[in-house]
């Protein structure tokens, strides 16, 4: 299994866990992100569309629902109910 591959299983596995969490993900009106991506994250938060993430070759594509302060972006998609991204992992951003 490539590293790619492992990387986006990760992220997978792990955003199929936070889901079934006990604590339920507090959801503002306001999205806050960081980092060089912040007016993507942000335009696809407030106008409800998608943007595409890049990492490691890889892409996952899905709407902005929540940015983090350690540095978590919490998205959804046609898939998932909810996926979280690392902040750092992004290697680029599209709309």
Known sequence: MSR???LLLTLLLGATVAAHAQTPAKESSTVNCKGPFKA???A???EK???TLFFNGQSLSGIVTACHD????EMRSQQYSRVIVLADRIDGAAM
């Open 70 to 73: 350690d540095g978590r972006i």
């Open 4 to 6: 790619s591959s492992r």
């Open 40 to 42: 993507l994250l942000e």
């Open 49 to 51: 569309r998608g943007v």
């Open 44 to 46: 696809s938060a407030a």
